[in-house]
DNA sequence: GCCCTATGTGGCAAAATGTTAAATCTTGTA
DNA sequence: TACAAGATTTAACATTTTGCCACATAGGGC
């Protein structure tokens, strides 16, 4: 299964409410980056990655729909927006300009755990405990290109149905590949999941994981079309 | 993107509201089955797919949160609650029973459109808008001279049918002459394209990836038919 | 025609990536 | 503990892509 967990970025000027929602929220079992400014918010989004956003739309000097766009345009990363506002048209604009979902201030801690969850579950990410009392584990398989890959059963199966061996790690790089297709993630990312070690920019391990799999899934691993190399960034995988 | 519209499911008892819903989402360009009860939303639900389910969980005779949780093991299909009650709990346990989105009643058609939308596009539901994704329109082909540039699979394809091979530089610089084809693009604009990077005027990292693409697609290179340069200001795709 | 600027292009050098092979580390087992 | 098999990392080298310099050519104003 997945090891880590959902990376949050809250971006919320108010440094109570802040440590508020950080609070609940890594009890809950997140992880949690927080900025106090849209420049601030721009410099984490800008050098890490994060599986949300919660976006506060009323951050002073600062166009919170402008910081959206600006968002999407970087990558499809899932944004939360909490507003104290209760204007039913400030919702739309905000839904419309790319936002997954819309809370009005004040909300219940749960409500916002509990809708975070909702939209994290769309991105891939498991039920963290006894609500998926019903068991059918939908969630824990994803397809590429007629590949199955097998969360909770650790398989990976061919379009004709073979079952192919891979390592742990080659396994975990292509669950987190997966996991945010089409989206490149860069080596970091992918080295931190298999091994918890700091990355240096000589460290080509991934490169060789990545490499391996290729020769296994790939038809021409010459011509890969499945796992896309993006330059200075990372690998994607193609949708 | 989708060729067809998305298909809705609207569960909801009272005929007066659901009749508003189906003609508000139809006339947004969705499409939408209708059902009052839960054993005709069963009914459909055997019987024929739906992109996304709207779900009154105040049915007589019935326990919304059974039917979300029948939907779920059947498929992954997202699921919007609409409800006249606004317990916080009752959201919060809408929301880990599997839902995607909760909306409490009264709200405004536009709202519900939005969040439906909102949700679809989590599922790979293009928005009319052309969003970009890694900074390459997503969406279509674009022909020029009889070439094909295919956007999504990062392909350019001549006018015999060959498959010619771009790097990302060169691709990324055609696609945005295409897509503002025919005024010419500036070398600013260019630039930052593929690189987020300031351009000075002595920056000729553009002028190269002209050449290397002239040679590549101009029957003589000398005699640029194409790819045309307009002088002070930048490039231009020939109609 | 002359001069200044803008553009086209060949030729490296630097940086990033793909790959092979050897070294090192892990794990299961006797 | 020692061994063997497999997994992972390191090292080294090949290849691709990109940036930049230098020089050639072309345009336009005087």
């Known amino acids: 299964m997945k090891a880590s967990k959902p990376h949050l970025l809250i971006v919320e000027d108010d440094e109570v409410i802040r440590s508020v929602y950080t609070q609940y929220l890594t009890e809950a079992g997140l992880s949690v980056t927080e900025a106090s400014t849209g420049a601030e918010a721009r410099t984490y989004l800008a050098s890490e990655h994060h599986d949300l956003v919660i976006l506060d739309l009323g951050l002073p000097n600062e166009d919170g729909l402008d910081l959206i766009r600006e968002i999407r ?15 039913p048209i400030e919702r739309v604009v905000g839904l419309e300009a790319g936002a997954d979902d819309f809370l009005v201030k004040p909300f219940l801690n749960r409500e916002l755990l509990a809708r975070v969850r909702a939209v994290l579950r769309r991105r891939g990410w498991e039920q963290p405990s006894g609500a998926t009392a019903n068991g059918v584990p939908t969630s824990g398989v994803t397809t590429f290109q007629g590949w199955r890959l097998d969360l909770p059963a650790r398989r990976l199966e061919s379009p004709i149905g ?16 997966a996991r945010r297709m089409p989206e490149p993630v860069s080596r970091r990312d992918l080295l931190a999941l298999v091994h918890q070690r700091e990355w240096s920019p000589a460290d080509r391990s991934i490169d060789i994981h990545i490499s391996n799999l290729r020769r296994k899934i790939e038809v021409d691993p010459k011509v890969p079309r499945i796992i896309i190399g993006v330059r200075n960034v990372g690998y994607a995988l193609a949708p």
């Open 162 to 177: 073979d079952t192919v061996h891979v390592t742990t790690a080659e396994f975990q790089v292509l669950a987190e590949l």
């Open 73 to 87: 345009k970087r990558a499809n990363t899932p944004i939360v927006i909490v507003s104290g506002r209760s204007d």
